[in-house]
């Protein structure tokens, strides 16, 4: 691992990688932590993998979290956080395989979530969805409507303009351009099928 | 970052996946209009804006699959149905379809194809549909019937020959249109 003079140590960097890739950091660090990344292999894979989780997350399909799971996270963070007061220093670089464990916890967590909430949706989802039929269903017929609306114009057009019978309205012009005698012949004729 | 950072941005990633994934159109879909940015109906107007993407579609193809049929195969197949509506009390009529001529050409310029443009006293009817591969992949329909006027968006593949049976299989109370076969059976 290189490392520029002037761009900060791997914990420093690594700190602020979430910062970076939210684009949150001020442009002189952001400078320096560009710099670290680019002579740091270690803190370059890093970002990476902070970057990976964070598409993963935002990849994820969009899920009603129910409020007791909800509760029932943000109870184990505040334990989490008890016991992280209570404990001695930690090793430099204790937290990597910590939050990688728990990004893939959250990951876990969210995508079966995402499985339950669609093979058994809560009531609330019942009614979500039959709202959500109601406008379907009226959206549909509106078009249905226009539809109609427009095929009756047309209709209601082609019996007023007579375009209803094409055939024969071509082949009468056809028919201007023949002989006199045959022309009167197939127009008599075309005119009364 | 200290342990308690690692765990609120854990609880924050959880409770923010859902609105991570905002889009929840997908606006690179060739079905795709924008009816929202056309700016015809006064902003004032709107009285009805119904958003309805591709999950919640499965869930409502999924849920009306037994009772109604139709509607189940129709919405198993889209996209998203996006609706805009007005009530055009005081508003210009000239106004809307001013619009609607300017929205005409948005779509025509955007390969859409027009399917039907009818125009009488106070209703107006534009059908646009977008093809892609031989298949409907977008309707695009503005309509104003008296002091309504409405922008649908569908996009996803549609058969054109559910268009008809949209009004018909929806218990909708329409004049009958005359055709060579119902001419034939009118009880039918």
């Given amino acids: 691992m290189s490392r520029s003079p002037d761009s900060g140590s791997c914990g ?21 932590v560009e710099t670290h990344l ?61 939050w990688i464990a728990l990004a893939a916890a959250g990951l876990a967590l969210v995508v079966g ?29 509106q078009v249905g409507l226009a539809t109609h609306k427009a095929a009756m114009a047309v209709e209601n057009e ?9 055939t024969q309205r071509g082949l009468s012009r056809v028919i201007t351009h023949e002989p006199e005698e045959s022309s009167t012949t197939l127009r008599e004729g075309v005119d009364h099928v | 970052m200290s342990r308690t950072r690692a765990g609120f941005a854990l609880t924050l990633a959880v409770l923010l996946a ?33 958003n309805l ?39 210009s009529l000239d106004s809307i379809r001013s619009g609607f001529e300017g929205a005409a050409r948005q779509l025509q310029e955007k390969g859409w194809t027009s399917m039907v443009r009818m125009r009488e006293d106070n209703e107006e009817v534009n059908i646009f549909f977008k093809e892609e591969a031989g298949e409907m992949v977008g309707l695009t329909v503005l309509t104003i019937d008296g002091q309504e006027a409405m922008l649908i968006n569908l996009v996803g593949k549609i058969d054109p020959a559910d268009l008809a049976g949209l009004a018909e299989g929806l218990d909708l109370d329409l004049p009958r249109i005359e055709t060579p076969d119902n001419d034939a059976e009118p009880n039918s």
């Fill in chain 1, 158 to 166: 082609a019996l007023r303009d007579g375009i209803i019978t094409p």
């Fill in chain 2, 53 to 91: 993407p591709a999950a919640m579609l499965r869930f409502i193809a999924v849920a009306t699959d037994e009772e109604e049929p139709e509607l189940s195969r129709i919405t198993r197949n889209l996209e998203s149905i996006r609706v805009r509506g007005a009530d055009l009390t005081g508003a």
């Fill in chain 1, 38 to 98: 680019a002579g740091c292999s270690d803190c370059l894979a890093q970002m990476h993998l902070a970057r990976e989780i964070q598409d993963e997350l935002r990849g994820l399909p969009e899920v009603d979290t129910p409020a007791a799971t909800i509760h029932a996270i943000l109870e184990q963070t505040a334990r989490r956080e008890a016991t992280s007061r209570r404990s001695t220093h930690a090793p430099d670089h204790w937290w990597r395989p910590a």
């Fill in chain 1, 113 to 141: 979530l995402s499985m339950w909430s669609r093979s058994a949706p809560p009531a609330a989802d019942a009614d979500t969805v039959a709202e959500a039929t109601a406008e379907a269903r009226f959206a549909l017929e």
């Fill in chain 2, 18 to 50: 859902p609105s991570l994934s905002l889009a929840q159109f997908d606006t690179d879909h060739p079905g795709y209009f924008p009816i929202e940015e056309l700016a015809i109906l006064p902003e004032e107007s709107i009285n009805l804006e119904i």
């Fill in chain 1, 12 to 32: 420093g960097v690594q700190s602020d990688l979430e910062l970076y890739l939210d684009g949150a950091l001020s442009t002189a660090r952001t400078h320096q």
